[in-house]
């Protein structure tokens, strides 16, 4: 059956489905390593209790998601040696070096020091616990750093040459590779995407515990409102700079990547006196038109070129064959952006809410949160959609096609493999999340357990139950009968 596919089909589907299911852990662990370096400094700057309680009831989810989103990260580079393998032929040389970079630095750093983080409280003393939390926060930083170098200069690649006997892309200028045109938007904006996203659950979580005990007629503790201020104060100051660093990304986009923008403005035509923004329609790329458009004439050309009139070419200057899939990218876009301005009204609701002193009290913009608590990994995947299907029908752009790049593979061994992933990923990050969601429905208390506290028994990573003390003694020293 899976031999009717088509394999290069198959293998990109396959690697969306395995990206998309990663980078939702980063995405929320990114922000939330930053969220436990912050409370830990609140705690030790004033040894109010809420802070070290609210550590201590986020580190164990972090602990979690951090282990799923490693675990689900390995499978990437296996699949650019199994489906990809001539897109790592051809394009390693460059990309080699920045990937081994993200595990020497960020991966070790984090490893390092997250067992000190999660258990070395009472052990390393202060001083050194918090300089943990600050290196598992800059770990996952670099992290982000080396991954989205490596994928922006897939997209706007420099700083290399390709050799004409082997066709392999060489480098020629390092840090032109590391830092091409694109790097600084997209990490700008991939940063602050995951520290709303963070905002976001966090608030979330938050919330729900502020209608239930509402619910109830119970006193909701301290912890539980600071960390509801706190995920308002993210969303509100945040959100309107994340939409900022689109705009400015979106320029850049337009510069180094005009099709991608034409398929998110649905533009397949050209206009020359100002380019309407479209609201809504359906992309019909079999006759090149967006049917039953409805949007607001001039309005694109003065987003994007900051201009009413400006000109603004569309996909009938692109040949079809260079062309992305439109619908996916427009709709995609779409969802992105609705999310983006539905944050920033749920953090200017709050200051609203704040200034009138009702932050606790209102339970509509509570309610409303809770629902929002998703939106952040939802956002966060529309726009990787976005992205790397508007880069579409190459891997690196306008130098090697994606057709080009896949492995010699047959359709049923891709398929297969596909099935596989899609049957153990959600049955084992599936169980994952659904324990990750037990933690948040209960509320911190005062004097949360810690981490170790939590667990039944001891946590051995070797399986190896170490003998009674009193089964270890020298036979010299036994009691007689013993």
Not at 98 to 119: C, D, K, Q, R, T
């Amino acid at each position: 059956m899976l031999g009717s596919f088509d394999a290069v089909l198959l293998a990109r589907i396959q690697f969306a489905f395995t990206v998309s299911f990663h980078f939702l852990f980063p995405a929320f662990t990114i922000g939330l390593a930053s969220y436990l370096a912050v409370l830990n400094a609140l705690w030790l700057k004033t040894r109010d209790h809420k802070y070290l309680d609210l550590f201590r009831y986020w580190v164990k989810i972090f602990a979690l998601a951090f282990a799923m989103g490693v675990v689900s990260g390995i499978v990437m580079s296996y699949q650019f040696g199994t489906n990809w393998s001539v897109f790592s032929d051809k394009a390693g040389p460059v990309i080699g070096a920045p990937m081994a970079y993200e595990v020497l630095s960020a991966f070790f750093l984090e490893a390092g020091f997250l067992g000190i983080m999660l258990f070395g409280r009472e052990k390393v003393g202060d001083a050194l616990h918090m300089a943990a939390c600050a290196a598992v926060a800059l770990g996952t930083f670099f992290s982000a750093f080396w991954i989205i170098s490596v994928n922006s200069w897939m997209h706007t690649p420099a700083g290399f040459e390709i050799d004409a006997a082997t066709g392999q892309f060489l480098p020629t200028d390092f840090w032109q590779v590391i830092f091409n045109p694109s790097f600084p938007y997209r990490l700008a904006h991939t940063v602050t995407a995951a520290y709303l996203t963070t905002a976001f659950i966090v608030g979330g979580v938050a919330a729900f515990h502020l209608l239930r005990r509402r619910r109830r007629g119970e006193e909701t503790s301290p912890a539980t409102r600071t960390m509801f201020s706190m995920a308002m104060w993210m969303a509100a100051i945040f959100a309107p700079v994340q939409i900022g660093l689109g705009d400015a990304h979106g320029l850049n986009t337009l510069e180094y990547q005009p099709q991608k923008v034409m398929a998110m403005e649905g533009h397949y035509e050209s206009h020359e006196g100002g380019a309407p923004l479209y609201l809504f329609g359906i992309p019909n790329d079999e006759t090149q038109t967006l049917d039953y458009a409805f949007g607001i004439p001039k309005l694109s050309s003065l987003i994007l070129k900051h201009d009413l009139n400006a000109p603004l070419a569309g996909l009938d200057t692109i040949p079809d064959e260079d062309q992305p899939p439109v619908a996916i990218v427009f709709w995609s876009f779409r969802i992105m952006v609705a999310l983006g301005f539905a944050m920033l009204g749920i953090g200017l609701w709050s200051l609203w809410a704040r200034w009138r002193g009702r932050l606790y009290d209102t339970p509509w913009l509570h309610r409303a949160t809770l629902v929002m608590a998703p939106s952040g990994l939802i956002a966060v995947i529309a726009g990787w959609i976005t992205t790397e299907v508007g880069r579409q029908p190459f891997t690196v752009y306008n130098m090697l096609r994606t057709v080009d790049s896949v492995a010699p593979l047959a359709a049923p061994a891709v398929g297969a493999s596909l099935v596989a992933f899609i049957v153990i990923y959600f049955a084992v990050f599936g169980a994952g999340t659904f324990y990750i969601l037990r933690l948040m429905s209960r509320p911190p208390i005062f004097d949360e357990p810690r981490l170790g506290d939590s667990a039944k028994g001891p946590i051995r990573t070797a399986g190896i139950t170490p003998a009674p003390q009193e089964a270890r003694r020298h036979p010299a020293a036994m009691k007689p009968g013993e």
